[in-house]
């Protein structure tokens, strides 16, 4: 379950017609209350997102005029704040108030990918709920089913999504798709070859804010399976272009998946959990560079050899996300 749905499921429960409104009951799902807060139309959930790139002071100003009211019809009225990593210092101070002294039979409800990315006096107002990324195929099938998205389009996102339903369906909004596609099929021409053109193709995917991380955990993806390409298909992340990754695999060098796995590595350290803050701020920042560095350096093989110390995750048997491709190279499978 994500955060946004777990979020929605509290609303109804302390609200269920057919409950007793205590926070840890389970809603029915059926009754009036639950069916409105489900449709996103009960007045007594507000759902806050931000206006634009982060959220305006004003927003939360008037989120907080609505809080001081009573619930319209509801027992309780339940405030979603969801990104609230989106929430600059501004609107996150004109928050703080209502956090500290929130008004009677009032829930408020911040989402967030994790809590560094809020205020420390926003955080220490709050009780932490941590969420795992839900498993890739977990994601495709709730994609599926819950969301009506077509297999194939379900499985290309939930590989990079990073366990999160709101950002697969965002990256669907983009139509990431189709840019996996095309990304798939340029990237084994480009490995190996002249290190521009690889700066050129990675220019025309970072453009995009948070973008830059789905580019980068594709191209992992991908060389995770040059590596594993002579394990068979069950193997792979990206099984539907398998027979391209074996042609690459046999007709790259034997050191190129490593040696570009190290080069990603360093490259997603370098981006850190902070990519998100950095691709906020500009459409071609930091992030967007850092991606296209990347890419030209694992495309054209110049990264540095690997450690020979680098630590192997045994082929997926302890517990890395291979789904990813965020993993490391076993040092078997990646000494072919
Ligand atoms: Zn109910």
Redo the contacts with the bound molecule.
Sequence with gaps: MGKRTAARALA?AV?????EGAVGSL?????????RIAAGSHPDVLVLEPAGKEFRIDQVRELCRELALKPYEGRHRVALIAGAERLNPHAANALLKVLEEPPERTLIVLTAPQAADLLPTIVSRCRQLRFKPIAARHLAAILERAHGVPAAEAEAVADTAGGSVTRALAMLRQGWPEKRRRLLAELPELAGGPPLRALLLAASFSRARSEAEEVLGLVASWVRDLAFAAEGAAHLVNRDVRGEIAEAAGRLPGDFAPRAWEALQRAERRLGCRIRRLARHAATGPGAAIVACALARTLAGTAAPPHSGAPGCGACRSGCDASTGRIALARGAARR
């Design positions: 109804m609200n269920c017609a057919a409950g809603p029915c799902g059926d009754c009036g209350p639950c069916r």
